[in-house]
Each structure stands twice: as structure tokens, then as C-alpha cells.
């Protein structure tokens, strides 16, 4: 079975200041990894996924993880922070036959001015 | 091309009753998965539907269950409410397979259990 694991439930930068938001997972096969962002009050939706074409993965608004397969992790970074990236983000893998999903419980980011 | 669609988007019920939660995918998608988030315990994953069938499920009690319909439109039904029920429930839908291709989520709806 897989799991997620995303460290710190909260995080919080200032303006511009780098973001790292962490993610470990476990997996028995090789995985798919995503991570989704949830704006207040709304759905989620993808930032970027991993399906093993490269190890660094470009996605939306600025972000970007690096998949490491020894350390087990799909950690999230953006360079400078915006005021907009205030959101929940979500850390997710899937593999096996049968690609079940699982979530990890999500990290609340902060952007103070 | 429209969103994922959810209705209601907030309900009201009390323990013991039952509710039934409606979501449109996006044209053309023939998954649609289930998740239920309430702050405690986060985003945690209740079942996946494609062409009418179960495919996958998450560790809920029987008391959850779903169908999917020709069209790809898909119900969640929660019989005998309890107060923990009280939660968001999120609809998402995508071309295939939710553990592998982009999801698409709909806003949800509020469900709360006086």
C-alpha cells in the first residue's frame, strides 16, 4: 500500500522569500506524483505531476518539484513567493494495476507582506 | 467546456437521515472520484467510477456508497447520517484514471449533520 507523508501542516514565508513545501511518499511500485492546490473556498486543482519522464517537474505559477527516488520525496519549491500562492496544497501518489489515489493531509502556505 | 459540476452545494440535514449528492464531470471524461475533506482528517479519497463500474475504493463504512450513470454523471449516497458525516464533498472527474491522468474538481458540496 502507498502512502504520503507531507511535512509541517503549516508554512509560512514572506513576499518573495523561497517556498519549500516537503512531501515523502512510499510506494512498492514506481509511482505517479502530483501535487494539487486548493484556493479558499474552491476545488482543487493540478499544479504539475511526475509520471517518470523527468526527474524535474515544471508546472503552473512558478512551481516546480524535484522528483528523488532514493530520498523517497517530490518536494515543491517556487523561488519568490506571491501574495496569490496563499493556498492548501495537496501531495498525492498513485501506482499498482489499479492506480488508487491517495492524499496526503495537505500543508496551509502563508504569504506574509 | 464547462467545468465539473455539483449540486447541492450546501445541504442541511439531520442524524439519521439520508443524502444524495449529484456531480456533472467535463465532457468526455469517463472517471469520476469521490472525496470527502473536513479539517481533522483531510482529503480522504471515497471511491472512483468509470463506465458504470466501482474501480477503486477508500476505507468508508457501507453506509457510502455510489453509481455512475451511462453518461458518466455520478451520485454519492450517504444513508443514516451521523454527525461526523458533516464534511466537504468533493467531486472530481478525468479522461481515464484518476491515480494517473490530471483530475478536475468541482467545488463541492457543504454537507452539514445537525
Known amino acids: 500500500a502507498q502512502s504520503v507523508t507531507q511535512l509541517g501542516s503549516h508554512v509560512s514565508v514572506s513576499e518573495g522569500a523561497l517556498v519549500l513545501l516537503r512531501c515523502n511518499y512510499s510506494?512498492?511500485?514506481?509511482?505517479?506524483l502530483f501535487w494539487y492546490v486548493q484556493y479558499p473556498n474552491q476545488g482543487l486543482q493540478l499544479l504539475l505531476k511526475?509520471?517518470?519522464?523527468?526527474?524535474l517537474v515544471k508546472g503552473i505559477n512558478g512551481f516546480e518539484a524535484e522528483f528523488k527516488k532514493s530520498e523517497t520525496s517530490f518536494h515543491l519549491t517556487k523561488p519568490s513567493a506571491h501574495m496569490s500562492d496563499a493556498a492548501e496544497y495537496f501531495c498525492?501518489?498513485?501506482?499498482?494495476?489499479?492506480?488508487?489515489?491517495?492524499f496526503g493531509k495537505g500543508t496551509l502556505l502563508t504569504v506574509n507582506p | 467546456k464547462a467545468g465539473v459540476t455539483q449540486t447541492p452545494r450546501y445541504l442541511i440535514k439531520t442524524r439519521g437521515q439520508q443524502v444524495t449528492l449529484s456531480c456533472s464531470p467535463i465532457?468526455?471524461?469517463?472517471?469520476v472520484s469521490w472525496y470527502q475533506q473536513t479539517p481533522g482528517q483531510g482529503l480522504q479519497f471515497l471511491f472512483e467510477?468509470?463506465?458504470?463500474?466501482?474501480?477503486n475504493k477508500g476505507n468508508f463504512p457501507g453506509r457510502f456508497s455510489g453509481r455512475q450513470f451511462s453518461n458518466s454523471r455520478s451520485e454519492m449516497n450517504v444513508s443514516t447520517l451521523e454527525l461526523g458525516d458533516s464534511a466537504l464533498y468533493l467531486c472530481?472527474?478525468?479522461?481515464?484514471?484518476?491515480?494517473?491522468?490530471?483530475?478536475?474538481f468541482g467545488p463541492g458540496t457543504r454537507l452539514t449533520v445537525l
Open positions: 510506494s512498492s511500485v514506481p509511482p505517479y
Open positions: 498525492a501518489v498513485s501506482g499498482g494495476s489499479n492506480y488508487k489515489l491517495t
Open positions: 465532457s468526455g471524461h469517463r472517471s
Open positions: 467510477y468509470f463506465s458504470e463500474t466501482q474501480r
Open positions: 472530481a472527474s478525468s479522461l481515464e484514471r484518476a491515480g494517473r491522468d490530471e483530475q478536475f
Open positions: 511526475y509520471t517518470s519522464a523527468a526527474t
